[in-house]
Nanobody, 115 residues
Framework: QVQLVESGGGSVQPGGSLRLACVVSGASGITFTLHAWGWYRQAPGKERELVAQ???????NYPDSVKGRFTISRDNGKNTLYLQMNNLKPEDTAKYYC??????WGLGTEVTVSS
């Protein structure tokens, strides 16, 4: 069974940056490399929304709300997924989760953007 553990959240001022990490265990190296992975976020009182996806082939997708500011990547040697977040805005405040799109989720990491 795949397990995911997120880290890297914190509190930053608007315009700041954070890099989130998601360590994946229980997946073989080949499975991690060829699989699609994603980052979602959920703000208080709002539905969970997809903020970044990376396909097995390395293609990436982002919603307009984060495009140009967020970058998803992965380190296949470390079975780790990353989310680089730049020029953070107060509306980016949320709990961020990684997923394998097959029902496995981490417990999330909190991001707060405030002056």
């Amino acid at each position: 069974q795949v397990q995911l553990v997120e880290s890297g959240g914190g509190s930053v001022q608007p315009g700041g940056s954070l890099r989130l990490a998601c360590v994946v265990s229980g997946a073989s190296g080949i499975t991690f490399t060829l699989h699609a992975w994603g980052w979602y976020r959920q703000a208080p009182g709002k539905e969970r929304e997809l903020v970044a996806q990376i396909t097995g082939g390395g293609g990436t997708n982002y919603p307009d709300s984060v495009k140009g500011r967020f970058t998803i990547s992965r380190d296949n040697g470390k079975n780790t997924l990353y989310l680089q977040m730049n020029n953070l805005k107060p509306e980016d405040t949320a709990k961020y989760y990684c997923t394998d799109f097959y029902g496995s989720w981490g417990l999330g990491t909190e991001v707060t953007v405030s002056s």
